[in-house]
């Protein structure tokens, strides 16, 4: 949907998304998978940065 200003003018804002009530059992496992991701992600970046440091002798190869 577009709208038009006063003036003339396309608004360059996005519509709003509807609402979406979550019930507790849906949030508990959205936040669950979240933690679970974050926690394989910091993982494999110690797991990245060792094998830099193993390799090049640098934490971060070409700044340090």
């Known amino acids: 949907m577009t709208v038009i200003t006063e003036y003339g003018k396309q608004n360059i804002f996005a519509t709003e998304p509807p609402i ?14 979240a933690e679970e991701l974050n926690g394989r992600v910091a993982m494999l970046g110690i797991i990245a940065a060792l094998g830099a440091y193993v390799t090049t002798g640098q934490i971060i190869p070409g700044i340090f």
């Open 20 to 33: 979406e009530i979550m019930n507790q059992e849906e949030e508990n496992f959205i936040m669950h998978n």
